[in-house]
């Protein structure tokens, strides 16, 4: 019998988990990583009275899943606190993802092994 292989990058599990799985954990930690630099040098700029980067750009990266760092980034930052329309934008995509991120936990997928 043999043992199975604990790092496979296959189609096999890392650790007793998908190695999909890893994946997107990685990918999250990246996006949200980018997304609360992008708020730190947002503001860094806007102190420095410089060229910012556009509110669409921050909302991206909140919407391609760093939400969570951009509100940490508004809250270590105090950054684009007054701004009532993108509060409502940023809350939104947080609201949605929270939703998304239940339904993926609570329904069962086929596995792919």
Do not use: C
């Amino acid at each position: 019998m043999k043992k199975p292989r604990y790092f496979s990058l296959g189609r096999k599990t890392l650790f007793g988990y998908p190695s999909t799985m890893w994946i997107m954990v990685i990918y999250l930690w990246t996006i949200n990583a980018l997304t609360l630099l992008a708020f730190g040098w947002d503001k860094l700029q806007a102190r420095r009275r410089k060229k910012r980067t556009p509110e669409r750009n921050l909302l991206w990266l909140a919407a391609l899943g760093g939400s969570p760092g951009a509100l940490l980034g508004r809250w270590i930052f105090r950054h684009k606190t007054r701004k009532r329309l993108f509060s409502y934008y940023i809350f939104g995509i947080f609201g949605i993802q929270a939703v998304l991120a239940y339904l993926l936990t609570v329904i069962e997928l086929p596995s792919l092994a």
